[in-house]
């Protein structure tokens, strides 16, 4: 499978020298001159090709909840959709939900972890980047947002 990744000019517009490592196992490729970037590489869904029902990432997450008898599933797109597990279709989907604005830019952070409280009234994600959100995830609404604070050991 071929990736590009066309913003390596913008990174690299002046090095004349420069090194690469690529991890198979977290598939990641990291590039380095002056400074060093770390290129996540997933498969990715060709939007133009989906109807826009499902995940364009890999799902990391499939839950069920007891109390409202639905099922949740969260993906590395940055997404938590809720589905009817009795009919199959979705019943509310919830795009960027863990963000950063990097250089000025949205971008998607991946969630890794997710999980009910012990009443199954709230979703917890937690993202790759140590962030942690509590949601009432039947009407779309982040309830508390934690994140690790630079410097804090």
Known sequence: MLQSYGDLTRHFAY????A??????SRELVVAGRIVVAIKCCAKLRLDLTDGNTHSAP????????LFK?????????????WDPFTGKRQLLMKNCHTRVIYGENVDIE???ACF?????FLLTGARDGSV????YNNATCIRNMNIESGVK
């Open 20 to 25: 690469y490592y690529y991890n198979r196992d």
């Open 70 to 82: 639905n099922i949740v599933t969260c993906g590395l797109d940055s997404y938590i959709i809720v």
């Open 59 to 66: 799902v990391s997450v499939v839950l069920y909840n007891k």
């Open 111 to 113: 969630i890794t972890a």
């Open 133 to 136: 959100k509590i949601w009432n």
């Open 117 to 121: 409280n012990t009443m199954a009234q």
């Open 15 to 18: 090095e004349s020298r420069l």
